[in-house]
C-alpha cells in the first residue's frame, strides 16, 4: 500500500459496553480489507465505529485526512455527513418503499432531484443485475435480490468507505454464490477503500485484498 492514497485509517481504542480493542490500521483506495475472526472480537464494532454509531474509545478516525473522529480533541464528524456506506447484516430496506425508491433514498436525503435521482438508482440496480425489479417491494424478493438492493443503495451514493458487514451470511447457498460471482466485478469498479466483515474463508478469497485477523 505503499505512496497509494489512505482512504480510510484508524488508530485507537474501540468500544462497546465492556468490550474494548486497540487497532491500528488503514485502507487504500481500491483495496478491500476483511476483517476476520471470532464472534466478540471487535468486528462489527469497528464497522460501527466507521460509520458513527458508536463513538471511538480513544485514538483517531480519519478519511482523506479529514478528522471523522478524535474524542481527546473533541473532533467528531456526525453520520450522515461522513463520506462512507453501510450495507448490515440485516440490510434494513424499507418495506414501503419499491427497490427504486429504496436505492434512491441516500441522494433524495441529500437533496438530489427525484429524477436524477431514480436515474443513477437505475444505473446501479442495472449494474447488479436487477434492472426489472424497480417496482417491486422488498417483501417480494428473495434474500440475494435484497442484498444486491442493498448494495446498490450503498454504491449510489458514491461513498469513499464502502462498509459490508458479513453481506452474504443471510442468503442461501445458490444466491451466495451468485453474489460471490458479481461482487469482485462490483468491488473492482469502486474506486474507495472497502471494509469487509466475515466469518467466511470463500469470501475471503474471492474478495479480499488484505486481511485484518482478530484473534
Known amino acids: 500500500m505503499d505512496g497509494w492514497p489512505m482512504s480510510i485509517s484508524l488508530q485507537g481504542i474501540i468500544g462497546r459496553g465492556e468490550f474494548e480493542r486497540t487497532l491500528n490500521f488503514s485502507v487504500a483506495d481500491g483495496e478491500v480489507l476483511a476483517i476476520t475472526g471470532p464472534n466478540g472480537s471487535g468486528k462489527s464494532t469497528i464497522i460501527h465505529t466507521i460509520a458513527g454509531l458508536v463513538p471511538l474509545r480513544s485514538g483517531q478516525l480519519q478519511s482523506d485526512n479529514i478528522t471523522w473522529d478524535a474524542p481527546d480533541s473533541e473532533q467528531w464528524v456526525a453520520p450522515e455527513n461522513r463520506t462512507c456506506a453501510v450495507v448490515f447484516q440485516d440490510l434494513r430496506l424499507f418495506p414501503h418503499m419499491n427497490v427504486i425508491s429504496n436505492v434512491a433514498y441516500g441522494l433524495r436525503a441529500h437533496g438530489v432531484a427525484k429524477d436524477e435521482a431514480h436515474s443513477r438508482s437505475a444505473a446501479l440496480l442495472a449494474r447488479v443485475g436487477l434492472s426489472s425489479f424497480e417496482t417491486r417491494r422488498p417483501n417480494e424478493l428473495s434474500g440475494g435480490e435484497r442484498q444486491r438492493v ?16 458479513e453481506p452474504l451470511s443471510a442468503v442461501d447457498i445458490a444466491s451466495r454464490a451468485a453474489l460471490r460471482e458479481l461482487l469482485p466485478e462490483v468491488l473492482g469498479s469502486f474506486t474507495g477503500a472497502t471494509i469487509l466483515v466475515t466469518h ?10 488484505a486481511n485484518l485477523s482478530l484473534i
Open 150 to 165: 442493498a448494495l446498490a443503495r450503498a454504491l449510489v451514493v458514491e461513498p469513499r468507505v464502502l462498509l459490508l458487514d
Open 200 to 209: 467466511d474463508q470463500d469470501d475471503l478469497e474471492a474478495l479480499a485484498t
